[in-house]
């Protein structure tokens, strides 16, 4: 049974920086794609960011391209979120999520972590 757990989640002001971790286990991950997505109070889950977990291909949000970088390491089947430069409309709940397929429709994900805040102060 696939498990994805989060971590790293936090309060930052404003400009500050994070790294969220989702560290995977249940399964060989060739061919799989990792997505983070958010959830802010009031609003719908958005996508964040996607990788590929075998070629490294990565796709941003336009939201959050050029603070955000998504990277994994396959040796600890984990994949990481390192946000720079936060905003306070950042403020969400992130999710790490698995998909057998290629895209950022949520729709194509049926694994889910259970989330971890992320917090920016102004």
């Known amino acids: 049974q696939v498990q994805l757990v989060e971590s790293g989640g936090g309060l930052v002001q404003a400009g500050g920086s994070l790294r969220l971790s989702c560290a995977a286990s249940g399964r060989t991950f060739s061919g799989y794609t990792m997505g983070w997505f958010r959830q802010a109070p009031g609003k719908e889950r958005e996508f964040v960011a996607t990788i590929a977990w075998s070629s490294g291909r990565t796709t941003y949000a336009d939201s959050v391209k050029g603070r955000f970088t998504i990277s994994r390491v396959n040796a600890k089947n984990t994949v990481y979120l390192q946000m720079n430069s936060l905003k306070p409309e950042d403020t969400a709940v992130y999710y790490c999520?698995?998909?057998?397929?290629?895209?950022?429709?949520?729709?194509?994900?049926?694994?889910w972590g259970q989330g971890t805040q992320v917090t920016v102060s102004s």
């Open positions: 999520a698995l998909s057998p397929f290629r895209g950022s429709n949520q729709g194509l994900y049926p694994h």
